[in-house]
């Protein structure tokens, strides 16, 4: 029963961040003020009361209109909210993490160190939602994001220091920063920022430093996957250009390593044993 209601408050928790990433995925862009500006209706220009606010419920309520003009809200804030309402939720319930036995199955170090990385790991989730928004829509990753993840991974480094010392994985956590990004370095030097973007090499080298070498090579090939099947498939069916936002791609490639690269990585490893 604790653990259902510890996870009713994280997927509260996620729509309520959500929120605020709805506000960072319109004013980015933008050079907006993400704190400092009251949130306001796009149509009207209205600012909104406190109660109109309220993640997700707020537009099921209103029927998905604004209260004040009655013009139809964009259908981004309520998936956006429970997108990350339900990554939040997934980042602890695929590691198993159940309130009501940690108390008996490890000790309070290892309990704080797993619940740390797990909550590390759906702040993550969140700054790669922006991401992947930001850059369909304009080609490029806001450098911020990009910061938001390297500080992330500089945390997960840490932990694993303190808690781990010297048996821990910090050396693959470090490789994990080099061993996509350096390529992609040269890719990016060589075709002059043709064939790959600025922000994408600093993504996979962030997200390499929170994930580690062999699991950053997995977001590397499964975000690639993504990329060419979906892509191909938005040629043919929607006559889409050549040129595409690989942020999304690789954030995708990066979530699925995040939660189930190790999987991946033992299942490849099987054919070498």
Not at 29 to 52: F, N
């Amino acid at each position: 029963m604790v653990t259902i209601v510890f996870y009713i408050f994280l997927f509260l928790y996620g729509i309520i961040i959500g929120s605020f990433l709805n506000v960072c995925i319109l004013r980015v862009p933008l050079k907006e003020t993400i704190v400092l500006k009251r949130s306001h209706c796009m149509k009207c220009g209205h600012q909104l009361a406190w109660y109109d606010l309220f993640p997700l419920f707020s537009y099921i309520f209103l029927s998905g209109k604004c209260r004040y003009c009655k013009a139809k809200i964009s259908k981004q804030y309520p998936i956006i909210e429970l997108i990350n309402g339900v990554f939040a939720v997934l980042c602890f319930l695929i590691e198993g993490f159940l309130v009501n036995d940690i108390d008996k199955s490890m000790d309070n170090i290892m309990i704080v160190y797993w619940f740390f990385t797990m909550l590390l790991s759906a702040i993550l989730c969140s700054v790669l939602l922006v991401i992947s928004v930001i850059d369909w829509r304009t080609f490029e990753i806001p450098l911020g994001a990009n910061i938001i993840i390297l500080i992330l991974g500089i945390l997960h480094l840490i932990a694993n220091i303190v808690v781990y010392g010297s048996d821990g994985n910090w050396a693959d956590l470090v490789a994990g920063f080099f061993i996509v990004s350096i390529p992609f370095t040269a890719i990016y030097y060589f075709s002059k920022g043709k064939a790959i973007g600025g922000g994408d090499v600093k993504l996979m080298a962030a997200a390499g430093l929170f994930l580690g070498w062999k699991l950053c090579l997995v977001a590397f090939f499964t975000g690639c996957l993504y990329g060419s099947i979906i892509h191909i498939a938005r040629m043919k069916i929607s006559g889409e250009g050549k040129q595409l936002a690989m942020g999304p791609y690789l954030a995708a490639g990066i979530i699925t390593s995040l939660w189930f690269g190790r999987h991946i990585v033992e299942w490849y490893a099987g054919f070498f044993s």
